[in-house]
């Protein structure tokens, strides 16, 4: 029951924190039809952006200026380096932002080292939450799905609520036709680019926090983010969420229970 | 068809890949042959990328199988197994073939970037499962064998390593050369270009697909094995993201719709990997830089450019390129230089050995060495220098682009047709 | 039944329906394409000419009733089966190799008819017969000049040739072709009349065409669709002076 409780708890944080990311990739899929694989790396290179400035301005206001940051240069990749392969179709498209996944995570080992950083939580955020049989549930876990639940609260109201939202969705289905009708449709794609490529790096500055904070952080996360995109049937946010969820839960299982697909091999014997 | 030209080329090629390495030290004899290693996997990745226009980010699965096969094969002959040396990358061939046909049945059933996420899955599930699995792959540490002598030849040398690799590397080549000429080379284009017209003119579009991941499997395969008998052991990191990432770089910079395109990549790749990496930690973002250059520049690739002009060399005016490129060339090196400075600057400035030099002097910002000259954190020339550099470099680039284009413009109109489709080539 | 019974028909579609989940496109649909016969099927947009094409080449299977080529059931078989049983088909939009030569574009389907599908051991340059064969199509569509050309430099009336020539090289007596003078001038039409009625000699032919002039000059039979059923089949005299039709298609083209 204990590991029952805690396993669903810890699953739905990280599911949550997946969504974080897998949202913003998905939407960039389904508005655009590129596959960004550059996204994980939004995500790494929000958590070193705050942990490289957080020293200096202070946790809180690093968890509002990373992602900003993280943003304009998600903007600046739609605006200035995507076009330019656009023509070639949607494999160089995928082709380009995987060279940028390399460039990013080669810079952050060139300014950070190829080793983790000690990037941590604010004293006054380490607590425990509640004590559950015996153990203390980490406040920190709470606050990561809080984040979440609050941007994507927000985010919702902003698609179904404002002018701006009804204009995104519409490009979303129709991008010509919401063209032909008078709406600049590049500038929705940038901002909803920046818009996703910041969510991605909020989800690394909050968890980044709590989790190690290493190079290869992006690429481990984006192969998850892969999968949940893939089994949440591409560009579908319902989707996405519904798969993060799952892969959250699955994953906090997996671990708790040691159990992997290696040990599921051994069992038809071919393991050692 | 090939010219005259080209195959006295490829003869002369030929002529040196056997004269030379003898003349060379251990070192460059294995950089040579890590270079056949990589231009016969990008070779392979190629028939799958360039040909049938899918996009593989998982080639490092069938490298790697390749590559553990031949090395239990190498221990059984080292157990008293009767089997020539020589033929161990037969060994890389079957299974490679064998685990493309599997991973390619399902990864075939989709196209375009679900294909590509389907391939990394296969590659990242094999390299998860890969050091957990003790028998087959040796867990982390992995697992390692010796050449045996065959027929009087040790393999105890390089050379004699390299003279094996390039007979192998030349047989495989000159075999996926030689599909290109069959009817089933000519559907691999096809279904490039169009799957589903394909199907309409009678053809199981899946099964031909597989059959093409299969054979791009079982060369990759070869390749592998041509590395696991050159290191004489291999562990799970063959499976790595990066090996599958390497192969894409090099076939995207030398160029994937051009026959022997990738080998440039792999050879450029291989070898300035093999000059720089003791120099440089930075060598594999320097790769990323120029990947993501060719891509935004030149989107076919070096090789992509060089079969440009070869096509329109008739049409062209050169003695009016002749400055122009130079000047290019000039302004690129600049560029060069100026970035190289600023990230090596970078690379020693937030590397730990000045920060523990710093510590020792009370954390002062002290001058550092770098390119056998010492700079001060603190001097403008520092920071002037590379970006005087690289100001300089694209000023000249961005001038001496719109004189370049003009001169291809004054060419005849046919050429420009060709070169939209040239530069449209490549995947779905 | 006009057509001769004698002659088991080519192409027979009995009970055909075809519904996309509340809505049935096609509704309990009889047709029958005599052997050499050129049958022209029009209707006005919507009416399910698309979906017709699609059923009998294979992109869907019918939700019920019996397709049969040349007496045997095709329904539901995959595009490729049905290729292979005899049956070609062109597209409204042009569905070309763009990035092929011309003559290797029709070259894949030439292979196809001799069954070398698969062909990995020898080059493709020796095959002699395969290679003459593919000039002769080059010939008949009019493109011997191009052949070396890249399939995306030709003209559009060049590819539409181009596409016709390709549905003859699988060899397939039951052709099918989907309006293949959409887009085209006066005169390339007249060109396209020409070479649609030179190549299908001997063949059975099912195209769809909005233009009357077309179907006029060159079929033998009319099927007139309308919301998913056939309101008549006749010759194209007939059905031009069929009360029903005119109110419910060519009205609008007579007023």
């Known amino acids: 029951m204990e590991f029952a409780i805690i396993s669903t708890l810890n699953g739905v944080t990280y599911g949550l924190l997946l969504f974080m990311v897998s949202a913003g990739l998905t939407l960039i899929f389904g508005m655009m039809g590129v596959l960004n694989f550059a996204h994980a790396s939004f995500y790494m290179l929000g958590a070193y952006v705050a942990y490289a400035i957080s020293p200096i301005i202070g946790f809180w206001a690093a968890l509002v200026i990373a992602p900003l940051f993280v943003g304009l240069v998600g903007m600046g990749v739609e605006r200035y380096l995507l076009p330019r392969v656009h023509k070639h179709g949607h494999a160089h498209e ?124 992006g690429i481990e996360l984006g192969v998850i983010v892969f999968v949940v995109v893939v089994v949440g049937g591409l560009g579908s946010l319902k989707g996405s969420l519904l798969a993060s969820l799952l892969i959250g839960l699955f994953s906090s299982f997996a671990v708790g229970l040691d159990w992997s697909l290696a040990s599921l091999l051994s069992l038809v014997g071919l393991g050692d | ?20 390495p003898p003349l060379l030290d251990l070192a460059w004899q294995n950089a040579l042959v890590n270079v056949l290693i990589a231009s016969l996997f990008a070779l392979a990745f190629n028939l799958l990328v360039g040909q ?23 221990i059984a002959i080292e157990d008293g197994l009767a089997f020539p040396t020589p033929l161990v990358p037969l060994a890389g061939a079957v299974v490679g073939l064998v685990v493309g046909l599997v991973a390619g049945f399902f990864a075939t059933k989709r196209s375009g970037v679900y294909f590509a996420l389907v391939t990394l899955a296969i590659a990242e599930l094999i390299h998860a499962l890969a050091p957990r699995l ?60 169009n799957e589903q017209r394909v199907r309409f003119l009678g053809y199981d579009a899946h099964s031909s697909k597989v059959i093409v991941f299969a054979i791009s499997g079982m060369v990759s395969g070869v390749a592998g094995s041509l590395l696991a008998i050159s290191n004489e052991t291999a562990n799970y990191s063959l499976f790595a993201t990066d090996v599958s990432a390497q192969v894409v770089l090099q076939t995207f910079v030398g160029g994937s719709t051009v026959f022997f395109g990738p080998v440039i990549g792999a050879a450029i790749f291989a070898l300035f990997s093999f000059l720089v990496s003791d120099l440089t930690r930075s060598w594999v973002f320097y790769q990323g830089l120029i990947f993501v250059l060719v891509m935004l520049y030149a989107p076919t690739g070096i090789g992509g450019a060089i079969q440009h002009h070869i096509r329109h060399r008739r049409q062209l005016d050169w003695p009016a390129l002749a400055a122009p490129y130079a000047a290019m060339l000039f302004g690129g090196l600049l560029v060069a230089a100026g970035i190289v400075f600023a990230t090596e600057m970078v690379a020693v400035m ?79 | 039944m006009s057509a001769d019974t004698r002659v088991r028909p080519a192409l027979k579609l009995s009970g055909v329906t075809k519904s996309f989940g509340p809505i049935e496109v096609l509704k309990h649909l009889d047709l029958e394409i005599a052997s050499g016969e050129r049958h022209a099927v029009i209707g006005p947009n919507g009416a399910g000419k698309s979906t017709l094409f699609n059923l009998i080449s294979g992109i869907f299977a019918p939700s019920s009733g019996e397709i049969s080529l040349n007496g045997r059931s095709i329904g539901g078989m995959a595009p490729e089966q049905i290729n292979r049983a005899g049956l070609a088909r062109s597209f409204q939009i042009t569905n070309i190799f763009h990035r092929l030569s011309v003559f290797e574009n029709l070259r894949i389907g030439v292979l196809a008819r001799f069954g070398v599908r698969y062909g ?106 309308v919301y998913g059923s056939i309101l008549a089949t006749d010759t194209p005299q007939g059905v031009s002076a069929n009360h029903a039709v005119q109110e419910a298609y060519l009205g609008q083209e007579a007023a």
């Open chain 1, 94 to 217: 995928l082709l380009l932002t995987f060279g940028l996944a390399l460039i990013i995570e080669e810079l952050i080992k060139l300014f950070f080292g190829d080793f983790p950083v000690n990037y941590q939580m604010p004293a006054e955020l380490r607590f425990s939450a509640f004590t559950i049989f015996g153990t203390d549930y980490p406040f920190y876990r709470l606050f990561i799905g809080g984040v979440a639940v609050v941007m994507f609260t927000t985010l919702w109201l902003l698609l179904t609520r404002t002018r701006t939202g009804i204009v995104v969705r519409a490009a979303e289905r129709l991008p010509h036709m919401a063209e032909a009708l008078g709406h600049n449709i590049p500038l929705v794609f940038m901002f909803v680019f920046g818009t996703g490529a910041a969510l991605a790096g909020l989800a690394g500055a909050v968890a980044g926090a709590f989790y190690p904070t290493n190079p290869n952080m």
């Open chain 2, 1 to 20: 068809m090939m010219s005259f030209r080209s195959v006295l080329l490829l003869a002369t090629l030929l002529a040196l890949l056997l004269a030379v």
């Open chain 2, 52 to 74: 049938a226009g899918l996009l593989s980010f998982g080639h490092a699965a069938y490298f790697g199988v390749g590559a553990f096969a031949a090395l239990h094969l190498m």
């Open chain 2, 134 to 193: 003790e028998g087959l792959f040796g867990g982390e540490s992995g697992i390692g064998s010796m050449r045996m002598p065959f027929a009087g030849i040790v393999f105890g040398s390089t050379i004699e390593v390299y003279y094996l690799t390039l007979g192998w590397v030349l047989f495989c080549g000159l075999g996926l050369y030689l599909y290109t000429l069959t009817p089933f080379g000519r559907l691999t284009l096809a279904l490039r270009d």
């Open chain 2, 350 to 428: 937030f590397g730990e050995d000045y920060a523990r030099t710093r510590e020792a002097a009370g954390g002062a910002l002290i001058p550092f060495e770098l390119f056998g000259a010492t700079w001060s954190p603190t001097g403008p020339s520092t920071y002037l220098i590379p970006l005087v550099l690289l100001g300089a470099g694209i000023a000249i680039l961005v001038k001496v682009r719109r004189r370049i284009d003009a001169v291809w413009a004054a060419r005849g109109e046919q050429g420009s047709k060709t070169q939209t489709l040239a530069t449209t080539g490549g995947i779905q």
């Open chain 3, 120 to 225: 990995l051991f020898r080059p493709i340059s020796g095959m002699r017969r395969i290679n003459e064969e593919t000039e002769k199509v080059l010939a008949q569509v009019g493109l011997e000049s191009r052949g070396h050309d890249l399939a995306g430099d030709l003209t559009y009336s060049e590819q539409r040739a181009l596409e016709i020539g390709m549905t003859l090289t699988t060899g397939a007596d039951v052709i099918l072709l989907d309006e293949p003078t959409a887009g085209m001038s006066r005169e390339e039409t007249a060109e396209a009349v020409e070479l649609i009625r030179a190549v299908t000699v001997g063949k059975t032919l099912l195209m769809v065409e909005h233009d009357m002039s077309v179907v006029f000059s060159l079929c033998d039979r009319v099927s007139v669709l």
